[in-house]
T-cell receptor, first 112, second 112 residues
């Protein structure tokens, strides 16, 4: 049973436009969410996180939004740059649990 | 970059042979994790450690064992490798609290 779902395997966006990556979860105990970015032949790199006490967190071009009632989070990248082309994973955990549950990833391609 | 080294980076072996993958960290972090990444599955937790000699199972632990005799080293062993264990294996470390996990660059393991 996939508790964290990324329903779009791939996404293509024009350079300079906004990229929106989506993630849904089913476990209502999840209260901490993260996004990771992964280039080929490298390990995932932490991008941004949000706890359930917030509905938005910003870091430069990256903003994560959390809608707890819908059990949905999204990552916005503005403006998109060619170096943003990568696979993006969302992940979730619950308080006191040291483990993360990952989604299956979305491959983002930025078109120059 | 987080001080995480995985070895070997690539390995090809035969079904039925034992295989050990090593994760070495220089950050003195308490938590260490082993994941496997497969197409359509994202990252799945195999085992993790919350201290020296303290380990626990993840969601795909069958066929794998781990050991942590020193803070800096976390070993993953496939006692008798099978073709279904062909995958890319990632190690991650975490300091604790609300800190995110940081990943190594992975080991590509092929079992023929």
């Amino acid at each position: 049973d996939q508790q964290v779902k990324q329903n779009s395997p791939s996404l293509s966006v024009q350079e300079g436009r906004i990229s929106i990556l989506n993630c849904d979860y089913t476990n209502s105990m999840f209260d901490y969410f993260l996004w990771y970015k992964k280039y080929p032949a490298e390990g995932p790199t932490f991008l941004i996180s949000i706890s359930s006490i917030k509905d938005k967190n910003e870091d430069g071009r990256f903003t994560v939004f959390l809608n707890k009632s819908a059990k949905h989070l999204s990552l916005h990248i503005v403006p998109s740059q060619p170096g943003d082309s990568a696979v993006y994973f969302c992940a979730a955990s619950s308080f006191g649990n040291e483990k993360l549950t990952f989604g299956t990833g979305t491959r983002l391609t930025i078109i120059p | 970059d987080a001080g995480i080294t995985q070895s070997p980076r690539h390995k090809v072996t035969e079904t039925g042979t034992p295989v050990t993958l090593r994760c070495h960290q220089t950050e003195n972090h308490r938590y260490m994790y082993w994941y496997r990444q497969d197409p359509g599955h994202g990252l799945r937790l195999i085992h993790y450690s919350y201290g020296v000699k303290d380990t626990d199972k993840g969601e795909v632990s069958d066929g794998y064992s781990v050991s942590r005799s020193k803070t800096e080293d976390f070993l993953l062993t496939l006692e008798s490798a099978t073709s279904s264990q062909t995958s890319v294996y990632f190690c991650a470390i975490r300091q604790g609290g609300a800190q995110p996990q940081h990943f190594g660059d992975g080991t590509r393991l092929s079992i023929l």
